[in-house]
């Protein structure tokens, strides 16, 4: 059974430091790997899209990376605001039918 | 492109009270349909999904079912609602394949009473 783990569980740091969160997933059989965002009481907002034949995706200030063999993808975000303050999610696509796995989210705190 | 619409949006039920929330999809046929609950501080946890009409795979026992009555609609449903059945409800879908994103509703946020 998949298992997706987020490490670590909330993050807090000074405006204009980077941002470094940490996905890491017990099965490589995946067709991709997806970051969300969350604001509180909100749904989810589709922040990068990674192919499993990918090793890395930009948009912006974020930048995701995956290493499928070891099981692993970071998410960086350059030069963090307060406004990219919010719970980060990564979900895992499977080859096997497509069930979609989420990790259990890292809750940043960007402080001005 | 694909959306999904979710309702309602909040909700509060006392205990022992039927629940059906319905989600349906645009944009795309013959997708897989999720639904996750969210409790208060914590990730998403995967409840059912759906690969086709009347497919349904449970992912973990509880008070809740679901139902695919028709290829674009997808309904949970509870024939009495617990305390523990509070949090937050979001249906996703994705169009099987490799080069596929999902896509997910707005939510429903259930508080049971």
């Known amino acids: 059974k998949q298992e997706v783990t987020q490490i670590p569980a909330a993050l807090s740091v000074p405006e204009g430091e980077n941002l470094v969160l940490n996905c890491s997933f017990t099965?490589?059989?995946?067709?991709?790997l997806q970051w969300f965002r969350q604001d509180p009481g909100k749904g989810l907002t589709s922040l990068l899209l990674i192919q499993s034949s990918q090793r890395e995706q930009t948009s912006g200030r974020l930048n995701a990376s995956l290493d499928k063999s070891s099981g692993r993808s970071t998410l960086y975000i350059a030069a963090s605001q307060p406004g990219d303050s919010a719970t980060y999610l990564c979900?895992?696509?499977?080859?096997?039918?497509?069930?979609?796995?989420f990790g259990g989210g890292t809750r940043v705190l960007v402080k001005p | 492109s694909q959306t999904i619409h979710q309702w309602p949006a909040t909700l509060v039920q006392p205990v022992g009270s039927p629940l059906s929330l319905e989600c349906t999809v645009e944009?795309?046929?013959?997708?897989?349909l999720y639904w996750y609950r969210q409790a208060a501080g914590r990730g998403l946890q995967l409840l059912f999904y759906s690969v086709g009409i009347g497919q349904i795979s449970s992912e973990v026992p509880q008070n809740l079912s679901a139902s695919r009555p028709q290829d674009r609609q997808f309904i949970l449903s509870s024939k009495k609602l617990l305390l523990s059945d509070s949090g937050f409800y979001l249906c996703?879908?994705?169009?099987?394949?490799?080069?596929?994103?999902?896509?997910f509703g707005q939510g429903t946020r259930l508080t049971v009473v």
């Open positions: 099965d490589s059989a995946i067709y991709n």
């Open positions: 996703a879908g994705l169009v099987r394949g490799r080069y596929t994103e999902a896509f």
């Open positions: 944009g795309t046929s013959n997708p897989n």
């Open positions: 979900a895992v696509n499977e080859a096997a039918g497509n069930k979609l796995t």
